[in-house]
T-cell receptor, first 112, second 116 residues
Framework: DQQVKQNSPSLSVQEGRISILNCDYT??????FLWYKKYPAEGPTFLIS?????DKNEDGRFTVFLNKSAKHLSLHIVPSQPGDSAVYFC???????????FGKGTLLTVNP | ETGVTQTPRHLVMGMTNKKSLKCEQH?????MYWYKQSAKKPLELMFV???????ENNSVPSRFSPECPNSSHLFLHLHTLQPEDSALYLC???????????????FGSGTQLSVL
């Protein structure tokens, strides 16, 4: 049973527009959420995170929103740039378990 | 050198071969991990080492054998693999303890493994 779900395998947006990547989770013990970005032939790199005590965290063009009641988080990228084209993984951890549980990833393509 | 380095980047092996993947972290972290990434699947945690002690084996077949001689080095020994084991194998490290903000994973670039 997948505890972290990214239901959109791919997303395509125009340069300059907003990209919204979604993630749902089922484990109510999760209290820390992260987004990783992965380019082909490279390992994932940490992008942004959010603790369950917050509902929003912003870092430059990247904002993560957390809706605990819906067990949903989203990553907003504004404005999107072609260099943002990559696979984005949502991950979560919680309780006494520090291990991260990952989603399947969403391939974002930003078209010039 | 900084970060997490993995060698080799690419590996092709036959089902009867024995090979090893190597990972080294230069971040002073106390935990190291092996992950497997197959196409269209989530990243699958294989093994966790915390302070050189294996703390998790996620039901991984015995044809995968990890070794962690110290907190900076991690190996994955491979023998008699199957074609379905072809995947990207990622090593990661983190600093465990001190709260969740310390538990971000830092990944290497991975070894793309093909089993023929």
């Amino acid at each position: 049973d997948q505890q972290v779900k990214q239901n959109s395998p791919s997303l395509s947006v125009q340069e300059g527009r907003i990209s919204i990547l979604n993630c749902d989770y089922t484990n109510s013990m999760f209290d820390y959420f992260l987004w990783y970005k992965k380019y082909p032939a490279e390992g994932p790199t940490f992008l942004i995170s959010i603790s369950s005590i917050k509902d929003k965290n912003e870092d430059g063009r990247f904002t993560v929103f957390l809706n605990k009641s819906a067990k949903h988080l989203s990553l907003h990228i504004v404005p999107s740039q072609p260099g943002d084209s990559a696979v984005y993984f949502c991950a979560a951890s919680g309780g006494s378990n520090y291990k991260l549980t990952f989603g399947k990833g969403t391939l974002l393509t930003v078209n010039p | 050198e900084t970060g997490v380095t993995q060698t080799p980047r690419h590996l092709v092996m036959g089902m009867t071969n024995k090979k090893s993947l190597k990972c080294e972290q230069h971040l002073g972290h106390n935990a190291m991990y092996w992950y497997k990434q197959s196409a269209k699947k989530p990243l699958e945690l294989m093994f966790v080492y915390n302070f050189k002690e294996q703390t998790e084996n996620n039901s991984v077949p015995s044809r995968f054998s990890p070794e962690c001689p110290n907190s900076s080095h991690l190996f994955l020994h491979l023998h008699t693999l199957q074609p379905e084991d072809s995947a990207l194998y990622l090593c990661a490290s983190s600093q465990v303890g001190g709260g969740p903000t310390n538990e971000k994973l830092f990944f290497g670039s991975g070894t793309q493994l093909s089993v023929l």
